[in-house]
Antibody, heavy 119, light 107 residues
Framework: QVHLVESGGGVVQPGRSLRLSCAASGFTFSAYGMHWVRQAPGKGLEWVAVMWYDETVEKYADSVKGRFTISRDNSRNTLYLQMNSLRAEDTGVYYC????????????WGQGTLVTVSS | EVMMTQSPGTLSVSPGESATLSCRASQSVSRNLAWYQQKPGQAPRLLIYDASTRATGIPARFSGSGSGTYYTLTISSLQSEDSAVYYCQQHNDWPLTFGGGTKVEIK
């Protein structure tokens, strides 16, 4: 079955960097686009970024554009999110999620990893 | 950016009754609309995509409808396990956007 496991979260000071990873199993990772979605404590869901299966397309929310970079290693079945210049408002649980077969619904989600940006 | 507005904010329903949740987009999303269920401490789970197609393993008592800018999620014969926050999401345009959520409580 599809399994997504995020890691790399933690407490980081404002202005510093962090890299999240998402290990995928149970499906052909190289055939699916992948998303990052975040959720601030007690708040709703916010889409962050997407990368196509073949890395030809990547898109970002305006709130992270220029600071975050999504990437993937299809040989390792792993998705990444490099987060630079972190701000307090980046605090939250970060989920990776698989893109639907023909459009950008999110059909499987990981359990999330918590990022806390605080001095 | 397409703004998604969900109503009501909270819905309290007795077991066995039906609940209808609404989601309105600031512009047409051409039925490119998904619904998710999120229980406390858990990741969201896909229920519906393309406005009315149930995801794998989702019971038939969850149904979606709508077009243009207005969509609904109906949960029939509510069960205690349906207590959760439900989000809509448009997958018609970038950036992807979610509604603010509707919390369904079981009386």
């Amino acid at each position: 079955q599809v399994h997504l496991v995020e890691s790399g979260g933690g407490v980081v000071q404002p202005g510093r960097s962090l890299r999240l990873s998402c290990a995928a199993s149970g499906f052909t990772f190289s055939a699916y686009g992948m998303h990052w979605v975040r959720q601030a404590p007690g708040k709703g869901l916010e889409w962050v970024a997407v990368m196509w299966y073949d890395e030809t397309v990547e898109k970002y929310a305006d709130s992270v554009k220029g600071r975050f970079t999504i990437s993937r290693d299809n040989s390792r079945n792993t998705l990444y999110l490099q987060m630079n210049s972190l701000r307090a408002e980046d605090t939250g649980v970060y989920y990776c999620a698989r893109r639907g077969q023909t459009n950008s619904w999110l059909d499987y989600w990981g359990q999330g990893t918590l990022v806390t940006v605080s001095s | 950016e397409v703004m998604m507005t969900q109503s009501p904010g909270t819905l309290s329903v007795s077991p066995g009754e039906s609940a209808t949740l609404s989601c309105r987009a600031s512009q047409s999303v051409s039925r490119n609309l998904a619904w998710y269920q999120q229980k406390p401490g858990q990741a969201p789970r896909l229920l519906i995509y393309d406005a009315s197609t149930r995801a794998t393993g989702i019971p038939a008592r969850f149904s979606g409808s709508g077009s243009g800018t207005y969509y609904t999620l109906t949960i029939s014969s509510l069960q205690s396990e349906d207590s959760a926050v439900y989000y809509c999401q448009q997958h018609n345009d970038w950036p992807l956007t979610f509604g603010g959520g509707t919390k369904v409580e079981i009386k």
